[in-house]
């Protein structure tokens, strides 16, 4: 086991528990990078001013620097730093959270919803994209077209990406601006979401045009592994299905979070929880370690959906926390309900992780006879 094949492990935390008793912050000579795993490394290494989101000489992968989705992954909050991630976040953070829960409900409801296995993959990736769309003014056959492109350009953003999807990202990113010009061109068709990001927004359009492409895509894979990760816990523990489906959401992105690591670049040598690091060294954080420290959270192994003071470092912390928690939370729990209202059965369907470095996301597929 490693830090990485941990991911998408049936069961990581008893290795989270290991690493944490070696150290909250130590050098890992195979992976040749630092882990760290204690919930006071991690959130030393989240507030620490030289970890840096990027590494300064590749701010862009190198594999899709040359096409249009490395210009839209350059100016996107959550890949920068300093005022290139302060000012589009700021302006995003108070519209975000001041969305009208009932409409994201309608939103959800709206939509056609099958509990076979493609309607799962549907509901759980595309469904919650089509919803923020229709929040940002595309009418319902648009908010489906960003909803695949979106698919299309989120490929791209994981190390593990083919050529084949790399090229339809790039193709992906082309589409996804030209629809948002459109957008942007026509101030009848605002919503009272776009109307507040545009108010506060102090960068050009290209910058504000990334960072919507980029809410989209935050969508499409942090709403996929709450919705899946909760549905797996209610087939593991179906006494779960007659309880607060918000309740179950919220023990679930600190029990079994969709985003399990996330990594820092030092900037300048430094220390950080009383360890020495050097400049270029790679941080792969543990997000999800740190949630199970029993340091953050009294008997955090047991799942709890009355856990008093519940804290959780699933979306990050400090100035990279992210400002679409409480939507994503919303559009997810809504889709849950409306899965359960289905009378969704996990018995008729297999399931697996899908590959990836960092996301736990479950794919659901049918069971073959």
Known sequence: MDPIIAVTHADPYPYYAKLRSMGGLTFDPELRLWVASSARAVC??????????????????????????????????????GERQRCPRSAFELPLGLIDQDEVRARVNARLLSTDADGLYKAMFRGPVSVVAALLGFSPAQSRTISALTADFA???????SDVQRAAAHAAAEQLRGQFIELLAEPAANSALLAGIRQRFEGDEENLIANLIGLCSQTFEACAGLIGN???ALHRQPELRGESVEALLSEVQRFDPSVQN??????????IDGVRVEAGAVILVLLA???????????????????????????GSGRHQCPGQALAMSIASATVKEMLTHGIELEHLNWHYRPSLNGRIPLFTEVKH
């Not at 840096?52 to 730093?81: C, H, S, T, W, Y």
């Not at 490929?155 to 990406?161: G, T, W």
């Open 289 to 315: 370690s740190a949630n199970r420290d029993p340091a953050l959270n009294d008997n955090p192994d047991q799942f709890l959906l009355d856990r008093p003071h519940r804290r959780s470092l699933s979306f």
């Open 155 to 161: 490929a791209c953003l994981s190390p593990l990406s």
């Open 44 to 81: 030393a290494v989240l507030a620490h001013a030289d970890c840096r989101v990027r590494p300064a000489l590749e701010p862009v992968p190198k594999a899709i620097a040359d096409g249009m989705a490395g210009q839209v992954f350059a100016q996107l909050m959550r890949m920068n730093d």
């Open 262 to 271: 996330t990594r820092r670049f030092v900037a300048a040598s430094c220390e």
């Open 230 to 232: 909760a549905l797996l």
